[in-house]
Nanobody, 114 residues
Framework: QVQLVESGGGLVQPGGSLRLSCAAS????????MAWYRQAPGQQRELVAV???????NYADSVKGRFTISRDNAKNTVYLQMNSLKPEDTAVYYC????????WGQGTQVTVSS
């Protein structure tokens, strides 16, 4: 079974940047569109960004222009570059396919606070 492992989170001040990574335990990225999601306390998990196998991308309005999703199929890894971070970006970030087909990983905590 495929395992997803997210990393790269942390505590950052407003306006700062972080780069998240999501590695799969075996080669799957050539098949699926991949996505990043986030879940804030007391909130539902929401879609943040999607990247297709052709590297087309789409973003939630709340992160458009600040976040960039990318993928490296050879490394079975998808990335999320997050710039100009805001306190409202605070959440646990997860990756999965765009249709949430794989078991969820543990996520990586992102905290934006001064």
């Amino acid at each position: 079974q495929v395992q997803l492992v997210e990393s790269g989170g942390g505590l950052v001040q407003p306006g700062g940047s972080l780069r998240l990574s999501c590695a799969a335990s075996r080669s799957i990225f050539g098949v699926y569109s991949m996505a990043w999601y986030r879940q804030a306390p007391g909130q539902q998990r929401e879609l943040v960004a999607v990247i297709t196998i052709f590297h087309d991308t789409n973003y939630a309005d709340s992160v458009k222009g600040r976040f960039t999703i990318s993928r490296d199929n050879a490394k079975n890894t998808v990335y999320l570059q997050m710039n100009s971070l805001k306190p409202e970006d605070t959440a646990v970030y997860y990756c999965n396919t765009d249709r949430r087909l794989l078991p969820w990983g543990q996520g990586t905590q992102v905290t934006v606070s001064s």
